[in-house]
């Protein structure tokens, strides 16, 4: 089974500062990578994914991704946020299996706070 | 373009009544899947439809909750007898399967039952 591991629950930040949330993952083979953001009052929004090829993704908003393979790794950074960024972060993964559900398994989510 | 829609927003209900929840998928969206976003246990992967092929009901937490989909598009999801630990953020979410396996899911708002 896998499972995804998002080691910051909540990180406060200070506007202009530099963001990276990390996001781990545990699967033998290959996936697909997904970063979700929620904003307060708002639903699941996709910031960026990962199929294949460049493992450094650029979403919206200025985020960006790096995928390391040997690390198992798929961390979100942002140079300098803003406090609309403020929001839960959620890091899902699934398996590009053919002829199934490719449900996401999900991080337990970062809480980021940016202050004016 | 129209995103995923569910209805109701809200729903609170007594401990031991049935509730039904409605997912109106993105038009041309063959994959439906429910998750379902509670305090304790984060996002879990419910249930998945693909066409009309049999839903994956790997998800489901109990004999109590049950889906259908009809004509393709339209979900409901059942939850009978519900239970306090049943209150949580229903959530839908719809893709476009190609023949490949990159595969992004479209969020809807989430119904959030409360069972009291």
Do not use: M
């Not at chain 1, 460049?54 to 040997?70: R, T």
């Not at chain 1, 690390?71 to 839960?88: C, G, H, I, M």
């Not at chain 2, 409605?22 to 998750?35: E, N």
């Amino acid at each position: 089974a896998q499972s995804v591991s998002q080691h910051n629950h909540h990180v406060i930040l200070s506007e202009a500062a530099s963001l990276e949330l990390g996001c781990n993952y545990s699967y033998g083979g290959t996936v697909n990578l997904f970063w979700y953001v929620q904003y307060p009052g708002q639903h699941l929004q996709l910031l960026l994914k990962y199929f294949s090829g460049d493992p450094l993704v650029k979403g919206i908003k200025g985020f960006e991704a790096e995928f390391i393979k040997s690390k198992f790794s798929f961390n979100l950074r942002k140079p300098s946020v803003q406090w609309s960024d403020t929001a839960e972060y959620f890091c899902a993964v699934n398996p590009p299996l053919r002829g199934s559900a490719r449900q996401l398994t999900f991080g337990s989510g970062t809480q980021l706070t940016v202050l004016p | 373009g129209a995103g995923v829609s569910q209805s109701p927003s809200n729903k609170v209900t007594e401990k031991g009544k049935d509730v039904e929840l409605r997912c109106d998928p993105i038009s041309g969206h063959t994959a439906l899947y429910w998750y379902r976003q509670s305090l304790g246990q984060g996002l879990e992967f419910l249930i998945y439809f693909q066409g009309n092929s049999a839903p994956d009901k790997s998800g489901l937490p109990s004999d109590r909750f049950s889906a259908e989909r009809t004509g393709g598009s339209v979900s409901t999801l059942t939850i009978q007898r519900t239970q306090q630990e049943d209150s949580a953020v229903y959530l839908c979410a719809s893709s476009r399967r190609t023949g490949g396996v990159q595969e992004t899911q479209y969020f809807g708002p989430g119904t959030r039952l409360l069972v009291l």
